[in-house]
């Protein structure tokens, strides 16, 4: 059964789709190259921590119509602003402070994210995308943080940036901003398949698909202990893997799993 609804606040912006386990998530401004604009980013946001507490929802896919991604931030959204009493800096921190809570609430949702990136992404829309947990990317996508160009650091951008290729990769697309191909967004470690755009939605469904099969539980463990232990130090890491791997092993769906290894059968998964 598939279920599509719109967020209220704003239906153009944001497509929403349940299907078979997978939450699709649509950005639906072509118009604006999908930009990341305040209703946009407030919109993702609602749609991702809905996510959170929706158990037909086991794994997010974040897309978009058109021939862009996401170009990033709205210039023109943020430059309307300069011409407040405070130069605009009251919502500029409100509109960087949406977008921290937007890439962080991708991170930190216990439900795996995969960006189905063709076309361009850009800037924040970068961001977006090496924020989830996977990326697969059409043959003609593009990857960019190009704010040294215009004068504006991509310094928010850098954050995932960062933590998605090496250093020597970020500072170099960073410095030069420069879009990179689909292959050495690849080669960098930024996207995890690089596939025919005609065959993008195909490949990300199976993908989904995959990752569904598996209890929600252990996704869940699995996803958070990833991105805390990666924030600690080697010893601290081991430390704190160890407890997560004892409560690991007393759920119910590990018991059942590793019986249904050992008979050699199809394990049945209660997400406990």
């Not at 990033?72 to 500029?92: C, I, T, V, W």
């Amino acid at each position: 059964m598939t279920e599509t609804a719109a967020l209220p606040s704003a239906p153009e912006l944001v497509r929403r789709e349940v299907a078979d386990g997978v939450l699709r998530l649509t950005l639906a401004n072509p118009q604006r190259r999908n930009a990341l604009s305040e209703a946009m980013m407030s919109a993702l946001l609602a749609s991702i921590e809905a996510a959170g507490a929706d158990s037909d929802v086991r794994v997010v896919v974040i897309a978009a119509e058109g021939p862009a991604f996401s170009a990033g931030h709205d210039l023109k959204e943020l430059s309307q602003h300069r011409a407040a009493p405070d130069n605009g800096r009251a919502y500029y921190d409100r509109i960087f402070t949406l977008c921290a809570r937007l890439m962080t609430a991708v991170v930190r949702l216990p439900k795996p994210v995969i960006a189905e990136v063709k076309g361009v992404a850009t800037a924040a829309g970068c961001q977006l995308a090496a924020s989830c947990d996977l990326v697969v990317a059409g043959d003609n996508a593009k990857f960019a943080t190009p704010g040294v160009n215009i004068g504006l650091f991509c310094s928010t951008p850098m954050v995932a940036l960062s933590r998605a290729v090496g250093a020597k990769q970020a500072m170099e697309m960073l410095l030069l901003g420069e879009p990179i191909d689909a292959p050495t967004a690849l080669a960098f470690g930024l996207v995890n398949r690089v596939v025919a755009e005609a065959d993008l939605t195909g490949e990300v469904n199976r993908l989904a698909a995959r990752i569904v099969a598996k209890s929600p539980l252990v996704l869940k463990i699995g996803k958070e202990a990833f991105y805390a232990q990666r924030e600690m130090g080697l010893d601290e890491a081991y430390h704190y893997t160890a407890r997560v791997m004892t409560e690991n092993m007393l759920a119910r769906d590990a018991a059942e799993g590793i019986d249904a290894f050992l008979t050699k059968r199809s394990p049945e998964w209660q997400g406990r």
